[in-house]
């Protein structure tokens, strides 16, 4: 079900609630996750709209299917239409409801960049963002084709060496690649600082 927070945007942020769901900086690392994690004809599901910055670097991508899973239906204000032009289709609900219903081996690439479950206290430390992305690859795997990949935003820079992402992996057949990219956000920001962040890519062995 679509998820009842007020919502409001610009171009270079969007509060959700009392809090900030993203910012307009990460732009190029939105674009860099896209590049590294789909390919031409891909079936791309994006979990989590946000700006758009994903998702208008995955439609330049020429998917083969788009779609979105996104829970706050005013992230798309006036430009709801236009985004619909342009994608398979937009499912509005939280995707711990829908991944489970999504038929196996069936997409190719995942852009996973949902608010965390508790974005209030986010730091984007490597234990805030392996809660952040367990239990979403534990459930998304399954829908993953033989060389999918699910691709989520690292601002720690840590994750390929941290044990309990390293036995998760392991524990169901899973590997990952890891994609540095510097970043420079404003002072303040509570979830990322300047340096190396990376893009994590998880697929099956």
């Known amino acids: 079900m679509p998820q009842q927070e007020p919502v409001s945007s610009s171009l270079t942020e969007l509060q959700v609630g009392s809090r900030t769901s993203v910012e307009g900086w990460e732009a190029a690392l939105q674009r860099f996750m896209v590049q590294k994690a789909v390919c031409r004809g891909d079936r791309v599901l994006e979990v989590g709209y946000g ?7 995955i439609r330049s991508s020429a998917p083969r299917e788009h779609w979105i899973i996104e829970p706050y239906a ?3 204000g006036l430009s709801l239409t236009d985004v619909l032009d342009h994608v398979s289709g937009i499912l509005m609900s939280r995707w711990q409801e829908l991944i489970p219903l999504w038929r196996d081996e069936t997409i190719d690439s995942i852009i ?8 209030d206290s986010f730091t984007g430390s490597v234990e805030d963002t392996f809660i952040f992305a367990r239990d979403f690859v534990v459930a998304a795997q399954k829908i993953l084709t033989k060389n ?4 989520f935003i690292d601002f720690s820079a840590e994750l390929q060496t941290f044990k309990p992402f390293l ?8 590997r990952c690649a890891c994609h ?3 970043i420079e956000p404003p002072l303040g920001c509570a979830y990322a600082k300047t340096g190396n962040s990376q893009i994590v890519l998880v697929s099956r062995l």
């Not at 700006?51 to 670097?57: D, E």
């Not at 996973?112 to 974005?119: F, N, Q, R, T, V």
């Open 51 to 57: 700006l758009g910055m994903a998702s208008a670097a």
């Open 74 to 76: 005013g992230v798309f």
């Open 112 to 119: 996973y960049d949902a608010d965390p479950e508790h974005c």
């Open 148 to 151: 999918g990949r699910i691709a």
């Open 167 to 174: 036995g998760l992996l392991e524990q169901n057949g899973l």
């Open 180 to 182: 540095a990219h510097f």
